[in-house]
C-alpha cells in the first residue's frame, strides 16, 4: 500500500447522490405514511369511542376481572372479604376471586 493512499478509516465520506436521497424519501411515505392515513381514515386507532361491551362481557365474570386494575381486584377482593388479597398477584387474585364469585353477577 503506498504511504500517500488514506486507509480505509481515514476516506471521506462522500454524500450520497440526491436522487437516491429523494427515492428514499418516496419510499419511506410509500411504505410509512400511507398507510397510518388509511388507518386513520378507516377508524383505527383514532381514540374513537369504545364499542358497547357486549351481552358476554355482562354475562362472564371471567371477562370483567380480566378488564380490571390489579387495584380494582384488590378492592373487590376486599368487598368479598378475601383474606390476604394484598400480597396476591394478579393471576392468584383473579383465580380466588373467581372461586369465590362462583359464577355469581356480583362484580
Do not use: F
Not at 11 to 38: F, K, N, S, T
Not at 65 to 93: I, K, V, W
Amino acid at each position: 500500500m503506498k504511504e500517500s493512499d488514506p486507509s480505509p478509516l481515514q476516506r471521506p465520506l462522500h454524500p450520497l447522490p440526491r436522487g437516491l436521497v429523494e427515492l428514499y424519501g418516496l419510499l419511506a411515505v410509500l411504505v410509512v405514511l400511507i398507510p397510518e392515513w388509511i388507518a386513520g381514515a378507516a377508524g383505527g386507532a383514532g381514540g374513537g369511542p369504545l364499542p358497547a361491551q357486549t351481552q358476554a362481557w355482562l354475562r362472564l365474570p371471567e371477562l370483567r376481572l380480566a378488564s380490571m386494575s390489579l387495584a380494582e381486584l384488590r378492592r373487590l377482593a376486599a368487598t368479598q372479604r378475601l383474606r390476604g388479597y394484598g400480597r396476591l398477584g394478579r393471576e392468584t387474585l383473579t383465580a380466588q376471586l373467581l372461586r369465590r364469585l362462583g359464577g355469581s353477577k356480583a362484580l
